[in-house]
């Protein structure tokens, strides 16, 4: 099978060379023949996925990392079946997938916040988390962003940023966002590079890169914080700010309006104000002792 997912690999590749998907694919494939081995797609069958499910239940692999490596799976089988109809994916939903424990968005507090930017005084480095704060940007967001896509000579100063699957979409820049990008921009290096974060090499900054810097200024900052929880920390105070859900959800990227409305479940204002309003009617509520 090895042959069959390099092309399938390579074909990615093609289709989207500026994404990571294909790295992705890559990997979790190579993982699946370890568990299963090197056979024909056709030989796999559905009690080869079940070993290769509890394989990674067994050694403490998340849910969610195991529904990805399955959605390979599957990936994988639909480029085959356009080459052999009779294929067919050993792959099923109801019996395979693994359930995933529902974990709400936890923005990051605001002292925190303070305390991990007051660390911060490489001008690369605070533009690139002020735009994962700021303007909800993905960690991959951030390291594949090219000269070519910013707007910042508009009336509102805006990116395009390049989100899962290749999907492009229009941020703006706070004040805040805008301030740091152009300072940084000020200072970098005039190379060939069109990639706006550029490595001491002069090159496209890996997300892996970008990561070790936010672990390096957490620890300095004496704190825990991820680049995921900035993101959620936009969601959150622009759902403060009253900002309409439909537009959280296109400013996010988010592909369907359920991903968006987990925010309003973390932080639904609608229900606190209800909650309190009955307490104020329940008797012995209001007191400090019961």
């Given amino acids: 099978m090895l042959s069959e997912i390099e092309r399938f690999v390579n074909w990615t590749r093609r289709r989207s060379p500026e994404a990571r998907t294909w790295k992705d694919y890559g990997y979790d494939l190579r993982f699946f023949i370890e568990i299963v081995g090197d056979r024909e797609p056709a030989e796999i069958t559905f009690k080869d996925i079940d070993q290769f499910v509890g394989v990674q239940s067994e050694n403490g692999f998340k849910p969610s990392t195991i529904n990805r490596r399955l959605a390979s799976v599957v ?8 080459e052999s109809e009779d294929l067919v994916c050993p792959v099923i939903v109801r019996r395979h997938h693994v359930r995933e424990h529902e974990r709400l968005p936890r923005p990051v507090p605001d002292e925190d916040l303070k305390r991990f930017f007051a660390v911060i005084t490489d001008k690369r480095d605070r533009a690139m988390f002020l735009l994962m704060l700021r303007c909800g940007l993905r960690i991959g967001e951030v390291a594949s962003l090219q000269l070519t896509d910013l707007f910042l000579d508009e009336e509102y100063p805006r990116i395009v940023a390049r ?128």
């Avoid at 990936?75 to 356009?82: D, E, P, R, V």
């Avoid at 369907?256 to 479940?265: D, H």
């Fill in 163 to 290: 989100g899962k699957g290749s999907r492009e979409r229009g941020v703006y820049l706070s004040k805040q966002a805008e301030t740091a990008l152009r300072e940084y921009l000020a200072e970098r290096p005039s190379v060939k590079s069109e990639f706006v974060f550029l490595s001491y090499l002069e090159e496209g900054l890996s997300t892996t890169s970008i990561h070790n810097r936010l672990l390096k200024y957490r620890e300095m900052a004496g704190i825990q914080i991820t680049a995921h929880r900035l993101r959620h920390s936009f969601a959150n105070d622009m759902l403060n700010a009253d900002a309409p859900i439909t537009s959280i959800q296109k400013l996010m990227g988010h592909r369907w309006i359920e991903s968006t409305q987990t925010y309003v479940m973390a932080n639904d204002k609608q229900v606190c104000a209800d909650y309190y309003a009955a307490c104020e009617k329940l008797e012995g509520w209001i007191y400090a002792h019961p």
């Fill in 75 to 82: 990936s994988l089988y639909g480029f085959l079946a356009a």
